[in-house]
């Protein structure tokens, strides 16, 4: 935690940690209190033990930080645990900026499920080193990027308890009333920017960024670029 102003709590991806965020830190911290933190089985987190609640493990992380609501920046995985936070427990968001989100709608072009189910047969089996290719054709290619998503693969465990998947409320983008961003890297998946679109078009209000030279973690492959445009959304808050 770092900085002083409106709060502001950044999640990242499934194959990263909080460090994902060191690039766009120093800016935010300038004029807002920085929460970020690694989820339970990443970084300096302890592997999970047992059922857990992604949603739950947010709230407490804010709870323990003095913070009863904040500006939620998720990328990834992280945007799905701040997109469903916005729907079950509005109360805790500010607003809500999504980078590279998933979703369930476009369906995914017959390329993407091709890579991604390659990807995925290849982290389910343990084969680190294919998983690592698979990844860098599908998300990123700088070298700590890849040793983030090293350290993470050579984490998991197949009989790890995962966390509880959201209800079908939570799935209902349509409800969210926190003001949106949406930001993808312009060089991501096209199934990543088939969500990003979709997703602009279903919240209320939500706004789409596109940013040229990154992928899915352009807040690592154009740090400038991403804090020029969340600061920009923020500012522009009431």
Known sequence: MTGQGPPVVLLHSGLSDSGSW?????ALAVGHQVIR???????????PTGEFDLLEDLASVMEAAGVESAHLVGNSMGAGVARFTAVERPELVRSLTLVGPGYSQPPPPPESVA????????RSAG????ALQLAAELFFGEEAQLA???????RQRPDAPTPRPPSDAARQVEKIRAPT????????DAWILGCSRRLAELIPGARLVLIEGARHHPQEDRPDEFTAALL???GGLP
Do not use: K
Not at 22 to 26: F, G, M, S, T
Not at 127 to 130: I, N, P, T
Not at 148 to 154: D, G, K, M, S, T
């Open 232 to 234: 920009d959304f923020l």
């Open 148 to 154: 983030r998503a090293r350290r993470v693969l050579e």
């Open 127 to 130: 084969e680190v080193e294919v």
């Open 181 to 188: 961003l949406i930001v993808s890297g312009a060089q991501d």
């Open 22 to 26: 060191d690039a766009v830190v120093p």
């Open 115 to 122: 890579r991604i189910e390659r990807w995925r047969s290849a």
């Open 37 to 47: 933190y690694d989820a339970r089985g990443y970084g300096r987190s302890p592997d």
